[in-house]
């Protein structure tokens, strides 16, 4: 069950944006995936809820398909138990298609835009991305991170291979008497 695409200059003149459009899929058929660090407190998620019961389902739920009847989320976790707290039979969904490295990615661009994030989790994912083949470069933009952030979370990880192609800076040498 495929959404169809429609692409749409975007305002800023840099050429299209593909505009994907939301199907609907058995809640049942959805899962968690297994990178996402994002969490969110009790009062929030009841506030989502709320809102999800006097606004209505506004936003997809964001997955790639692994088959007819499994959806992995890449976004959208919380609103799927809130669907699944109000027994809803079916959810608008947005269906990606890219590499997992991507997908996660997406995971914490969605994620990082109106949520918080668990420092392990994040750490854990960084290694993931590194593993991956993407450098700091990559994982920075791609995650909206900057430099530093990258860094620190790479030394959280307590995993020396993730500095394994880190070049260091010859800013000083010891002098030797």
């Known amino acids: 069950m495929a959404g169809h695409l429609n692409k749409t200059a975007d305002m800023f003149g840099n050429g299209t944006i593909e505009i994907k459009m939301p199907v609907l ?7 968690p995936n297994p990178w996402n660090p994002n969490a969110v407190a009790k009062p929030e998620l009841e506030l989502l809820k709320l809102n999800i019961q006097k ?14 009847t499994s959806y992995m989320i890449v976004d959208g976790f919380h609103r799927h138990l809130a669907a699944k707290h109000f ?5 608008p969904v947005v ?3 890219a590499d997992v490295s991507e997908l996660m990615s997406a995971t914490i661009r969605f994620n990082r835009a109106r949520g918080t994030h668990q420092i392990n989790q994040m750490s854990n994912i960084v290694a993931d991305l ?3 083949g993407m450098d700091d470069c990559q994982i920075s933009k791609n995650l909206g991170m900057d430099a530093d952030e990258v860094l620190r979370l790479k ?3 307590g995993m020396p291979d993730l500095f394994a192609k880190h070049e260091y800076s ?5 002098k030797y008497d």
């Open 170 to 174: 010859a800013a000083w040498e010891p």
């Open 95 to 97: 269906i990606l298609n």
């Open 87 to 91: 027994k809803m039979e079916y959810v």
């Open 155 to 157: 030394q959280n990880s």
């Open 25 to 31: 899929v058995r809640i049942e058929y959805l899962k």
């Open 55 to 68: 606004s209505g389902f506004c936003f997809p739920i964001v997955v790639i398909q692994e088959s007819e």
């Open 130 to 132: 590194v593993g991956l």
